[in-house]
């Protein structure tokens, strides 16, 4: 069974900088795209960055200059470098990652249990 283990939210000041980190375990052919997301109180869940296999990069205007995805494919890992962080940033951060069980199969979604970061100002 697949899943996603998230780490390294937290409670800080504006301004402050924390590195959320989630790695994929057990069984699984291929990862596709992963992904951070965000949904803060009263508010649809929305995509923060993405990161291709290839390491092409994607991110919601909001966090441009700011916050930086990467991937570690030899551990099946991808973290989110938010720095400059603003009371605005404050929600639940999810991972998504885009999984081939096997070889032949479709991708499949999976999603992180979520960690939460708050903002302060």
């Known amino acids: 069974q697949v899943q996603l283990v998230e780490s390294g939210g937290g409670f800080l000041q504006a301004g402050g900088s924390l590195r959320l980190s989630c790695a994929a375990s057990g069984k699984f052919f291929s990862i596709n795209v992963m992904g951070w997301y965000r949904q803060a109180p009263g508010k649809r869940r929305e995509l923060v960055a993405s990161?291709?296999?290839?390491?092409?990069?994607n991110y919601t205007d909001s966090v441009k200059g700011r916050f930086t995805i990467s991937r570690d494919n030899a551990k099946n890992t991808v973290y989110l470098q938010m720095n400059s962080l603003k009371p605005e940033d404050t929600a639940v951060y999810y991972c998504?990652?885009?999984?081939?069980?096997?070889?032949?199969?479709?991708?499949?979604?999976?999603w992180g249990q979520g960690t939460q970061v708050t903002v302060s100002s």
């Open positions: 990161i291709t296999s290839s390491g092409n990069s």
């Open positions: 998504n990652a885009e999984l081939r069980d096997y070889a032949w199969s479709d991708l499949n979604a999976y």
